[in-house]
T-cell receptor, first 115, second 107 residues
């Protein structure tokens, strides 16, 4: 158990819908990272938040957005869902927010299925 | 951009030693990390090389050569539970992962 929690574990929804994935980092960690894992694209970095502020962006679609709240939990919002958005979504946390956060602690993931 | 290449599959038997290679292209990074992921589970951190050379952590060792843009993960005394996917990742602002190597350990 990494100490990172994610809800829900599974989510099934239809194309065109909007969903929100939630992540609570390990106690004391200020950074939250979101990753998408699909069979064809592998594990891809989406976005990082540090202490409430967006710190870095990866391959995140415009239909996706995220935020980190004062209690440091984070939410990833996915809208206008397409079949290709079906994937495992992981969040990870780390103590710092600077460069070189090599050791990140991953949550169990949310499996999103878009039908 | 940044990219990493690693073999898609490796097979070995219990007790053996296996090396998973990783070559990369990047304009800058802090180090090379290795993560293990069991089927459908969360990736877990294994090892990190900030500097050239070998890092040893129990049965696992990792190596980095910046001049060759190359690294590897060495797993010794393989056990069945080591069957998993192994990812190398460039460490910068975030982790940029390779596509992963599926290791199958048989008895």
């Amino acid at each position: 158990d990494s100490g990172v929690t994610q809800t829900p574990k599974h989510l099934i929804t239809a194309t065109g819908q909007r969903v929100t994935l939630r992540c609570s980092p390990r106690s004391g960690d200020l950074s939250v990272y979101w990753y998408q894992q699909s069979l064809d694209q592998g594990l891809q970095f989406l976005i990082q938040y540090y202490n409430g502020e967006e710190r870095a962006k990866g391959n995140i679609l415009e239909r996706f957005s995220a935020q980190q709240f004062p209690d440091l939990h984070s939410e990833l919002n996915l809208s206008s869902l397409e079949l290709g958005d079906s994937a495992l979504y992981f969040c990870a946390s780390a103590p710092g927010g600077g460069q070189g956060a090599n050791e990140q602690y991953f949550g169990p993931g949310t499996r999103l299925t878009v039908t | 951009g940044q990219s990493l290449e690693q073999p898609s599959e490796v097979t070995a038997v219990e007790g053996a030693i296996v090396q998973i290679n990783c070559t990369y292209q990047t304009s800058g990074f802090y180090g090379l990390s290795w993560y293990q992921q069991h089927d459908g589970g969360a990736p877990t951190f294994l090892s990190y090389n900030a500097l050239d050379g070998l890092e040893e952590t129990g049965r696992f060792s990792s190596f980095l050569s910046r001049s060759d843009s190359y690294g590897y993960l060495l797993l010794q005394e393989l056990q069945m539970k080591d069957s998993a996917s192994y990812f190398c990742a460039l460490t910068g602002t975030a982790l940029i992962f390779g596509k992963g190597t599926t290791l199958s350990v048989s008895s």
